[in-house]
């Protein structure tokens, strides 16, 4: 079964600045997609950004983006220019896809790393 | 921009009780899920709906536990005789397709009494 590990409980950074989360998980599968979601104090997580495992290029949007690093299984996310309205918990998720033998509809998560950002 | 909404936002009730959690996915949406979340544990999966049927389930979707999408909008979540250990954060999802992006609501806190 798959795994996702996010090993900081707790980041925080100074507005402007840059942050990484970090995220790895475990599986024996060739092809997976990888989420990090963004859930603000009493809000729905929403969808910060997607990797496709096939793909070697590393996904970003604006000011977020990935270092995909698929030997390692890895997947940590950056946070460039961080502002305020960026604090929230961040989780990792991994999915299979459903063709796959393993196929899932299932978002597999990570506990989660609460993102403090200060003024 | 359309959002997933959960019903009631926190529900308290008795240990042997009979809840049910509402959530109205997104109009377009064909497939479905739940997710809970107990305190200080991970968000984990519990079923995915499509067809108007259960198309995958986990291991803590026992008997106890049943969906069912009674109209057009809605997508419920029923636990017939709750016990503690399923207080926790209940989530809804939806997307529009089976690899689609999932679409979650802000949960229904449960607490069980």
């Known amino acids: 079964a798959q795994t996702v590990t996010q090993s900081q409980p707790e980041m925080s950074v100074q507005e402007a600045e840059t942050v990484t989360l970090s995220c790895t998980y475990d599986t024996s599968e060739s092809d997976y997609y990888l989420f990090w979601y963004k859930q603000p104090p009493s809000r729905q997580m929403i969808l910060v950004i997607r990797?496709?495992?096939?793909?070697?290029q590393n996904a970003t949007e604006n000011r977020f983006s990935v270092n995909f690093q698929k030997a390692a299984k890895s997947f940590s996310l950056k946070i460039s220019d961080s502002q305020l309205g960026d604090a929230a918990m961040y989780f990792c998720?991994?999915?299979?896809?459903?063709?796959?033998?393993?196929?899932?509809?299932?978002?597999?998560f990570g506990k989660g790393t609460k993102l403090t950002v200060n003024p | 921009e359309p959002e997933v909404t959960q019903t009631p936002s926190h529900q308290v009730t008795q240990m042997g009780q009979e809840v049910i959690l509402r959530c109205v996915p997104i109009?377009?949406?064909?497939?479905f899920y739940w997710y809970r979340q107990i305190l200080g544990q991970k968000v984990e999966f519990l079923v995915s709906?499509?067809?108007?049927?259960?198309?995958?389930k986990s291991e803590i979707f026992d008997d106890q536990f049943s969906v069912e999408r009674p109209d057009g909008s809605n997508f419920t979540l029923k636990i017939r005789s709750t016990k503690l250990e399923d207080s926790a954060m209940y989530f809804c999802?939806?997307?529009?397709?089976?690899?689609?992006?999932?679409?979650f609501g802000a949960g229904t806190r449960l607490s069980v009494l």
């Open positions: 109009s377009n949406h064909l497939y």
């Open positions: 999802a939806s997307s529009e397709a089976r690899e689609g992006i999932q679409y």
């Open positions: 998720a991994y999915r299979s896809p459903w063709f796959s033998q393993g196929g899932s509809e299932k978002l597999v």
């Open positions: 990797q496709e495992a096939y793909k070697q």
């Open positions: 709906f499509y067809n108007n049927e259960i198309s995958e």
